[in-house]
């Protein structure tokens, strides 16, 4: 085969172009064109109904239809490669491909690629490619830098991906144009290209922009991350400092009740000392008058007797009782109840702090960290006040002029139009609704008053419930009835993360990035239920 291709080369020569034939077609007379030039031929005559072979001139009428000849352009295929084989120089030592490199097509030890040619379908080494270009000669075919040409081969037929279909915006081949792709609404690669084109320079401008933003919010970050540190070596040194003056303190008021101690010790003992020795004396004077009188009691002179009996029975001056078991008891106690004061006070004051160092990562919280922490909620109709019409398993509602056959229930609001959930916030937790119009989104403790019409009643109106209004032309938060106006909110979608134990609440604007709007540190003392208000012709949904 490689013998014959060779000795009949000629037959594989377009005689238009004068080069190799490409996608070879082949006319009713025999002879063989490339698809292109036999086209470009017959379209530059003036228009008529009769066409000729430019070789034997034989006419045709009607203008032929065109078809591949499959086994030439093969021939013709092999005969490239059989030719460029034939005169290819030894390898060159040292310009190996690598892994990630585009190989030589015709090596057999498979050298860098220099160049690709996009008509061949082939890539080059540097002397491949100048035997390329010798057996191509006359039209010149487009080479690029060495690329993957199997990128631009059809999966399913193996040929050369030539045109663009505009329906399911791929490249195709010229078979899938009256394969999957017939019908479809199919152009040129060029011409797929400019209409691409014209969208590059806005994508360009809206990656540059994109570009701009997510590098000031690198900068915002890294500032945020370096004043966090700051402000934590600062925190750490203050603490190191308030509370080393707080043990000093102890320490001082230790040393204090010491020497207390130690000094009504010291008065005690003092005053024991003094009272045993008056007890000496006294126990001496005991004795000696007792002697006198077993001494009287022998006399026989009865004169002496009456004289000296009354002088030695009067008993000398008593020093008095003494307290048998002294003790600093009551000290003790003190101290073991001081001692429990000051555990019980910092403990709470201690989940104040923690709460307060808790909430300082806020600032560093993405999407993803907060959907770990999603909690499903339902709608709880006991509460909802009679206006509101909860659907879709109780995750939306929506305010109506009609009212809700709903029965009565201690539960319920019965003039505000708003509803709570039937599941509390337990531990960290995290979800999002959409709303349109006007929505309060709030949480709430369960004992918060249901019935009249005072702003108490409502969701931020009290110290009970925390609320954020949404309208379409504002936003604010309301707690206890005093509000903090917020930035305009352009988000259809709102998050809401409650820790408890810390006692932070935050409310987040979700698009294509999440926004923080506003963030409470508080200590929540029960139970938190979400819960919502919503106008008349508004409506909200949990997602």
């Known amino acids: ?24 077609v082949s006319l009713n007379c025999g002879h063989n064109y490339c698809t ?45 490669k059989t030719r460029i084989q034939a005169v290819a120089p030894a390898p060159v030592v040292g310009l190996c491909a690598g892994p990630e490199e585009v190989e030589c097509d015709l090596c057999t030890k498979k050298l860098k690629a220099f160049k690709s040619c996009l008509d061949c ?176 009691s022998h006399t026989e002179d009865h004169i002496h007797f009456l004289k000296t009996f009354q002088s030695l029975t009067d008993p000398p001056e008593s020093v008095g009782s003494v307290n048998q078991s002294p003790s600093f008891e009551d000290v003790k106690k003190s101290v073991s109840s001081l001692k429990a004061q000051l555990k019980a006070f910092c403990k709470e004051e201690f989940a104040k702090i923690s709460a307060a160092v808790t909430g300082v990562r806020a600032i560093l919280q993405t999407r993803e960290e907060l959907l770990q922490y999603s909690c499903h909620f339902t709608l709880d109709p006991n509460t909802a006040q009679k206006s509101l019409h909860l659907s879709e398993g109780n995750r939306r509602v929506e305010s109506r002029d009609e009212l809700q056959s709903y029965p009565d229930h201690p539960e319920r609001f019965d003039v505000w139009e708003q509803v709570l ?60 009835n005093e509000e903090t106006k917020l930035p305009l909110v352009a988000s259809s979608r709102i998050g809401v993360y409650v820790d408890p134990s810390a006692g932070t609440l935050a409310f987040y604007s979700i698009s294509d990035t999440i926004t923080l709007l506003h963030k409470v540190q508080t200590t929540f003392t029960q139970p938190l239920y979400p819960g919502f208000a919503v106008s008349h012709g508004s409506s909200l949904k949990l997602l």
């Not at 037959?11 to 034939?21: N, R, S």
């Not at 959930?421 to 989104?441: L, P």
Request: proline share 3%.
């Open 1 to 24: 085969m490689a013998e014959a291709t060779q000795s009949n080369q000629d037959l594989f020569i377009c005689p238009v172009c004068l080069d190799l034939l490409k996608d070879p």
């Open 36 to 80: 292109g030039c036999i086209k470009d031929c017959w379209d530059q005559e003036d228009p008529k109904v009769v066409y000729s072979c430019p070789q034997c001139r034989q006419t045709f009428t009607p203008r032929p239809f065109l078809n591949k000849n499959n086994i030439v352009a093969e021939l013709v295929e092999q005969f490239r």
């Open 121 to 296: 379908l082939l890539s080059y080494c540097e002397p491949h490619l100048a035997l390329h270009n010798q057996v191509n000669p006359g039209r010149k075919h487009k080479v690029v830098d060495a690329t993957q040409l199997q990128e631009r081969i059809c999966t399913q037929h193996e040929k050369p991906l030539e045109v663009f279909c505009r329906t399911d915006q791929t490249c195709v081949c010229f078979l899938c144009m009256v394969d999957e792709h017939k019908g479809h609404d199919i152009v040129s690669a060029s011409a797929g290209r400019k209409e691409k084109q014209t969208h590059l320079g806005e994508t360009q401008e809206n990656f540059k922009q994109r570009i701009q933003d997510r590098e000031k919010e690198m900068l915002d970050l890294r500032k945020a991350v370096e004043t966090l540190k700051s402000s934590a070596q600062t925190a750490v040194e203050d603490n190191e400092k308030i509370f080393t003056e707080m043990i000093r303190s102890i320490e001082r008021r230790r040393s204090e009740v010491t020497e207390l101690i130690r000094a009504q010790e010291k008065a005690e003992v003092s005053w024991a000392e003094e009272h045993q020795k008056q007890l000496e004396q006294e126990i001496a004077e005991l004795k000696r008058r007792d002697a006198e009188l077993e001494q009287l």
């Open 421 to 480: 959930c039937r599941e509390s916030v337990s531990g960290r937790c995290y979800w999002e609704v959409e709303w349109s119009k006007w929505v309060y989104i709030a949480v709430s403790y369960k004992s918060i008053s249901r019935k009249g019409a005072g702003h108490e009643r409502g969701f931020g109106g009290n110290d009970q419930s925390w609320r954020l209004d949404l309208r379409s032309s504002s936003c604010s938060f309301w707690y206890n």
